[in-house]
């Protein structure tokens, strides 16, 4: 009776084993895609959430700027224009005229 307890305390002990060794080699490849994940992002040259963010601040407020000016445009295209006036005859068209 004393050899069983013994081969289920052994077997008990090399299942143990087996389940650290498959634990660690998990968190090992969980590292070597992490790593290999990181470094195929930094190759494709993406940008961060903060620069994206800043160059998206910057494109909503050059939005907003031609949209101002656009109805600044607007409002100056819509005044009336002054009407031209009429030229003052110069004193070299007078003479001109007279001598005719």
Excluded: Y
Aim: net charge positive.
């Amino acid at each position: 009776m004393q050899s069983r307890n013994r081969i289920f305390d052994d077997m008990s002990q090399l299942m143990s084993n087996a389940l650290g060794v498959a634990q660690g080699a998990k968190t090992e490849a969980e590292t070597a895609m992490k790593s290999m994940l990181d470094r195929w992002l930094a190759d494709r040259d993406f940008v961060s959430r903060d620069e994206f963010e800043a160059v998206r601040a910057m494109a909503q407020k050059a939005r907003e700027e031609n949209e101002a000016l656009l109805k600044r445009i607007e409002a100056l295209e819509a005044k009336p224009k002054p009407k031209p006036r009429a030229k003052a005859k110069t004193a070299a068209t007078k003479t001109a005229k007279s001598t005719k």
